[in-house]
């Protein structure tokens, strides 16, 4: 009886052993992670090496050759995961960087748009903002209205250059099953839905004569969340969702190729 005993429980601390060891290994890569993370924004917190504007020339060059429409995608992963849609007469240059929030949009925005002369500029940012959102209310109602605010600026810059602005709404989230490791830092989704929201109208309500609104929410949306169909993760769409989204989009770019020929 005791020699069952011993080995059970020198199976139980083998078992814990193995457990914290697989842990620790886990936590070790997690803080690895993070710790080049945060050395790559603290090198280049705006990402401004990611599209060096010496290629200004050429691309200058290449708009004076073509006497094409240039169109600029321009946010965050959901704006650089973007297909460009097969259009003639139109020339697409995505500015799209992952894990850029609407700040960071709006501060890299003179440096990787305006040399482009971009006669058209579709907008896709707050998503990474809103990721954020798991926090007590102040600090929650404060990261809504600084997208907001963000989202407006980026919208007046455009403007400024004389392009025409396709602000795009935020893409509702998808998948709910989170990884574990996940979870923890996505306690109350409804909340973020309801953030969501709340942007977007916000979104809406910037129409005017040379702001477009692409409402991708309502494209995507089924249910309060992301069409399965066009689910990729919580926060992205597949190829599927970016088809759905280009064939509105092109209808759109036809109207402004029309009204500019007119």
Not at 99 to 123: C, M, N, W
Not at 211 to 233: P, R, S
Request: include cysteine; hydrophobic fraction near 40%.
């Amino acid at each position: 009886m005791k020699f069952y005993i011993k080995n059970s429980l020198l199976i139980l601390i083998s078992v814990l052993f193995l457990v914290s060891a697989s842990l620790n290994l886990f936590l070790i890569q997690q803080l690895r992670e993070y710790y080049l993370f945060i050395n790559a924004v603290s090198l280049d917190p705006l990402n401004f090496q990611r599209y060096p504007n010496y290629e200004e020339a050429s691309l200058e060059q290449n708009l004076l050759e073509t006497n094409k429409t240039r169109v600029v995608i321009f946010g965050d992963s959901r704006s650089q995961a973007w297909r460009n849609p097969e259009l003639n007469n139109f020339e697409f240059i995505n500015r799209g960087i992952s894990g850029e929030t609407s700040s960071q949009a709006f501060l890299r925005f003179d440096y990787h748009v305006s040399y482009l002369k971009p006669q058209v500029i579709v907008v896709q940012v707050g998503g990474n903002d809103l990721r954020m959102l798991p926090l007590p209310p102040k600090e929650r109602k404060d990261i809504v209205e600084n997208c907001k605010a963000n989202i407006r600026k980026i919208a007046e810059k455009s403007q400024d250059l004389g392009s025409t602005v396709i602000l795009t709404t935020i893409f509702p989230l998808g998948k709910r099953n989170l990884p574990l490791k996940d979870r923890f830092r996505w306690p109350n989704l409804s909340d973020i839905d309801k953030d969501i929201e709340d942007v977007n109208s916000y979104i809406r309500s910037l129409e005017n004569k040379d702001v477009i609104i692409f409402d991708a929410y309502a494209v995507l949306e089924e249910n309060g969340k992301t069409k399965n169909a066009y689910t990729k993760d919580l926060l992205h769409i597949n190829s599927a969702g970016y088809e759905a989204l280009n064939r509105e989009l092109v209808e759109i770019l036809q109207k402004i190729e029309k009204q500019n020929r007119s």
